[in-house]
């Protein structure tokens, strides 16, 4: 007997550009079984991510509140084990949740309301802990230079990693398929699976490379060095050593990139297809995300770190067969948070008392439901940058403090090319999305308390350098794993 309460496979990856997939418009990109997931479900097309860049946007995810709320801005800063997650509120619904893979968590508490973990980061759990050698890629996973110029063929531990993850989530699923073939799978499942991909180094496995190499397009947009760019983008692109990159390395990045979404999308494929030979594909929520995307090259920049829609707009896939349409697109401004509230409303699990998220599912029970369509992100960093963007109806507001704000209408200029804010016929609008996008939101007050973070974290960053404490959920990266060929 089919159980009443529904499961759940949510399925989270890392800096994944939602235009580089097939059923979001590229053309090239083979992604056949996101694809034939959006072909199932609804397609969201625009969703933005809480702050471009991953710790921050995935505790906003876990706890449904803005980093501000939650005083996580960096990679760097441990979430609260007292603020409850979507996990704790699926636990107190009766599931008990399961994470596969990443979660990318600082800190002791390595579960924040899972119940199980079977894979864990890559990275040291404690500030200071040991860290990672990427060996013949080291640096290549951070926002730098090297990232572009080793690219190509070859191998990232990330995939490594992956493949683990997937492997553990066929096997769990594959376990469920024996539990319930023998009548005595007796409550429903919550599996959350955390993927490394398509997150650099763009190095990519020969068979994937080959499906691209000498296929792959420049950027549809890019956008020389000068003094005309905006200051954050100066500076950002002088520190990042982005100021001029040869054709070479964009098209040698772009390709790999290509091909880890499509082994991505492959092992998506593996998971989906376990779900299904195991008939635990009836009343399951399957949801597709990511924690933020990926310039590619557009504007000239490469990574995540800025408002531009490649870097703070995320996939999303949602499907559940029998309770929502299928082959629908969504054109709505939703928030990563509304993506938390989705699942525990679809799971009739308690709303998180403190989370911004509001559930998309009211928007497909046919009824006249009123929506606003706005989103809201942050960076901040502790070398001084204090940036907030307000996506509302058309607009787009990128502020930066003691900096120019920029302005887009999304819907005329869906690249982003012109810069509305010294537009005298949009002074209006301007002043509106700045007053809405301060509203609750000091960047002086955060600067005190980042500075004060920073205090903290030195203190735990040595404790942890000299006690040793064991990392409780680690992933083994080694690195011979990375390699170019």
Known sequence: MQNPQPNLLYIHSDQHNPYVTGCYGDKLVQTPNLDRLASEGIVFENVYCPSPICVPSRMSMLSGRHPYENQVWTNSHVLN???????????????????????HALGPDQLHGYSER??????????????????????????????????????????????DVTAATVDYLNRLGVQKRAGILDEPFS?????????????????????????????????????KLHPYFQW???????????DGEIIRARTA???????????????????????????????????????????????KQTFYEHSVKVPAILSWRGNLPEGVRCDRVISSLDLNATMLDALDAPPLPNSHG????????????????????????????????????DWKLNYYLLQPSQLYNIYDDPNELHDRANDPDCQDILSELTEKVLTGWEPEKIALQMQAKREDTR???????????????????????????
């Not at 084990?81 to 949740?97: C, L, N, Q, R, V």
């Not at 050698?133 to 531990?157: C, F, I, M, N, Y």
């Not at 901040?380 to 109806?393: A, L, Q, S, V």
Request: proline share 6%; net charge negative.
């Open 118 to 163: 079977l894979i864990g980061d890559h990275g040291p759990n404690h500030p200071g802990g040991s860290g990672v050698d990427h060996g013949e890629l080291s640096g290549t996973a951070g926002p730098a230079r090297v990232s572009l110029q080793k690219s190509g063929v070859g191998q990232s531990a990330y995939q490594v990693h992956d493949e």
């Open 358 to 393: 509001r559930s998309v599912l009211p928007l497909f029970n046919g009824k006249d439901t009123y929506w606003e369509d706005i989103a809201f992100s942050e960076f901040c960093t502790d070398d001084g940058c204090y940036h907030r963007m307000i996506r509302n109806g």
């Open 236 to 246: 950002w692109r002088e520190k990042c050593g982005i100021t001029e990159v040869s």
């Open 81 to 103: 084990s007292g603020i409850p997650t979507f996990a704790h509120a699926m636990g107190a619904a009766g599931y008990k949740p399961v994470l596969i893979g990443r979660m």
């Open 257 to 303: 990139y290509w091909a880890l979404v499509t082994r991505m999308d492959i092992m998506i494929g593996q998971i989906l297809t376990a779900l299904q030979e195991n008939e635990l594909d009836q009343n399951t929520i399957i949801l597709y995300s990511s924690d933020h995307g990926e310039q590619v090259g557009e504007h000239g920049l490469w990574w």
């Open 459 to 485: 203190i735990l960053a040595n404790w942890a350098r000299n006690t040793h404490p064991p990392d409780q959920y680690r992933w083994n990266l080694l690195p011979e794993m990375d390699y170019l060929t």
């Open 191 to 227: 599996i959350s699976v955390g993927f490394m991909l398509p997150h650099q180094p763009f190095v990519a496995r020969q068979e994937d490379y080959k499906l691209y190499d000498g296929r792959m397009t420049m950027p549809a947009n890019p956008e020389p060095y000068s003094e």
